[in-house]
């Protein structure tokens, strides 16, 4: 066994800042400890050997404590005394089967999607990640740095999704040089470093959550704007690579006039469009009981369900979870299991999900390590 010491990463795959949390590797397999002295209080069981995952206490670290042969002899004897090997247990749930649709995670950067990985008990077929919007140059570095090389690593057998800014803080607004061709250059060589990292059918996630108000891209009324600005980027990028796949993706709005106003003025086009995506979180309002859920977030998923079948295309969650306490977010198993039979119901036309699971926003959107919301990451890893 080694250990080693990382950082959470933000969605970008930048480091975070403080001090690191421990990982101990074995066998290609992870563990996370915050606190090297700390026993585990949970325990899962790989094969016929045993390895604990402490329920850790924060994400600060431990890194004055020493690994020593001793110390990890304390965590097998501590295995050994509260596991039965054969069995899978954490919080007293079970890992739930591979899902039928293409399902991931976000924010595993830096080999952690075997960490992910091992504690939902199912391998993620889908991978997200973010582009930056600080500027062009800072965007490329996605399509070209580690972080792109990682993401081409994984390949095989995924579905990979990048969320592509349409602008960038440093062309704020100026949908109408987009629109004529300003900035080609750009989207050439985003479908150019694609190709040459060998992954030509990734889905350019163009513009994500264009109806908010936080983004360089954000709409604000000018819908012929932002149409004709994605759909030059779309065409310049199909004539460098004719495989990528575009993903037109809004952020969740519970007003079915907002809903309706989305489709019939921001819809850039089916001709431009191959999945239709969404993020969707547990907030303003977050699902409080299943007749909030009836009322307000089953309406909205049915809705976009509805207008992708109807124009014969796909559905995808690149981002979805827990969300904001300021907008009411909270430790929700309920949300959790109402999403999972969504997927499940309409697993025909789900593209791709993957689950919100970074600290860039605060910890409430975690689902692992599960101390911030360990019901709801029961509920999860249970179902996944």
């Known amino acids: 066994m080694k250990l080693a010491a990382t950082r959470l990463h933000r969605r970008d795959g930048t480091r975070t800042e403080g001090r690191p949390v421990h990982r101990a590797e074995e066998g290609g ?55 039965v090997c054969g069995a899978v247990t954490l919080q007293g749930t079970t890992a739930g089967a591979q899902p039928t649709w293409p399902s991931g995670m ?14 939902r008990g199912s391998t993620f077929t889908a991978l997200h990640g973010w582009a930056s919007m600080k500027n062009w140059k800072d965007m490329l570095v996605f399509y070209s740095g580690p972080v792109a090389r990682e993401f081409a690593a994984y390949r095989t057998g995924r579905v990979l999704a990048i969320s592509t800014p349409l602008l960038t803080e440093e062309a704020k607004g100026q949908f109408d040089a987009c629109a004529r061709g300003h900035f080609d250059w750009v989207w050439r060589e985003v479908a150019a470093r694609l190709t040459r990292n ?28 932002f149409k004709a600005c994605f759909r030059r980027a779309v065409s310049v990028m199909r004539s460098v690579q004719p495989q990528l796949r575009f993903e037109w993706s809004m952020n969740r709005s519970v007003y079915s006039s907002k809903l309706n106003t989305l ?37 909205e998923l049915d809705f976009w369900a509805t207008f992708a079948r109807n124009n014969g295309k796909k559905l995808a969650f690149g981002e979805w979870g827990l969300g904001d306490p300021r907008g009411g977010a909270f430790d929700n198993p309920l949300y959790i299991k109402n999403m999972h039979a969504f997927f499940s119901r309409n697993r025909d036309i789900i593209a791709y999900e993957a689950y919100y699971n ?15 919301n360990p019901r709801a990451a029961a509920t999860y890893r249970n179902l996944w």
């Open 263 to 299: 489709v019939t003025q921001a819809y850039p086009g089916n001709d431009v469009v191959d999945i239709i995506g969404l993020s969707f979180y547990d907030n303003w309002p977050a699902a409080t009981s299943q007749s909030v859920w009836d009322s307000s977030f089953k309406p």
């Open 29 to 83: 397999r992870f563990l996370l400890l915050s606190s090297p002295s700390r026993l585990a209080t949970h325990t899962r069981v790989f094969n016929e050997s045993c390895v604990c995952l402490p329920l850790v206490d924060d994400l600060s670290g431990r890194p004055d404590v020493k690994m020593t042969a001793s110390f990890f002899a304390r965590i097998h004897r501590s295995c050994l005394a509260v596991a």
């Open 198 to 225: 060998g992954v030509p059918n990734t889905i350019i996630r163009l513009g994500a959550e264009a109806n908010g108000t936080w983004t360089p891209y954000s709409i604000n009324g000018n819908y012929a704007g």
């Open 358 to 372: 970074c600290g860039s926003l605060g910890t409430s959107y975690l689902v692992y390590p599960e101390q911030y």
């Open 106 to 119: 976000s924010c595993y950067y830096n080999g952690f999607i075997r960490t992910l990985e091992g504690w």
